[in-house]
């Protein structure tokens, strides 16, 4: 084989190592930033009855009608946490577009403190782009001492534009369906790998 081959192979070689080299980088890359793009996938369109966050401002531009909706309020708690979870009051009716509140209650059953995290979702999911919360608890950290009970509100309102979409005009209840996670420096643990 002569020099000038040798050379053109070396240099092929070298693209298709530096090309695969580059698309294991991008994957790498792509698999850092796959969750954080879902995320904000999911709050912009609703993808999973994923609802919508919303400031007070914006909230309060929007007009209440005269159709009336069922809120039913869901709790669960995951085996690993070790307190009791449920809503004040199981099912709201609601004008759609008009602001109203939710009390969840927690109480940490047992004699140490621990830090859980709530996760949600709304059902039906096409519902979920227009739930929208204005405060709430969740993917935030709550610190229970031994037998503390705490009040968590959720501000939260339906909005208009599912009356307008031929998909959601026909909904006369929504779920809001909240579980608690024992957390572990922000992050809710499986009960299966909980050490602590």
């Known amino acids: ?43 912009v369109t609703g993808y999973g009855g994923t609802t919508q966050r919303v400031g007070v401002a914006q909230a309060a531009t929007i007009k209440a009608t005269s159709k009336v909706m069922s809120v039913r309020f869901d709790s669960n708690v995951n085996s690993a946490l070790p307190w009791s979870f449920k809503p004040e009051n199981t099912v709201d009716r609601v004008s759609v577009g008009a602001r109203d509140m939710a009390i969840y209650v927690a109480t940490n059953k047992s004699e140490r403190p621990v830090v859980g995290t709530a996760t949600f979702n709304v059902t039906p999911v096409q519902a979920g782009k227009y739930f929208h919360k204005v405060q709430c608890f969740c993917f935030t950290e709550q ?48 009960p299966a790998k909980s050490d602590s």
Request: proline share 5%; aromatic share 8%; with cysteine.
């Open 143 to 190: 610190l229970l001492e031994p037998g503390q009970t705490m009040r968590m509100p959720v501000l939260y309102y339906v909005d208009p534009a599912i009356l307008e979409d031929p998909e959601t005009r026909d909904i006369e209840e929504i779920t809001l369906s909240y579980t608690f996670y024992r957390s572990k420096d922000g992050i809710a643990v499986d």
């Open 1 to 43: 084989m002569s020099n000038a081959r040798t050379r053109d192979l070396t240099t092929k070689n070298l693209r298709i190592a530096a090309l695969a080299g580059a698309m294991g980088v991008a994957m790498l890359g792509m698999g850092y930033a796959a969750v954080p793009l879902y995320e904000i996938f999911c709050r």
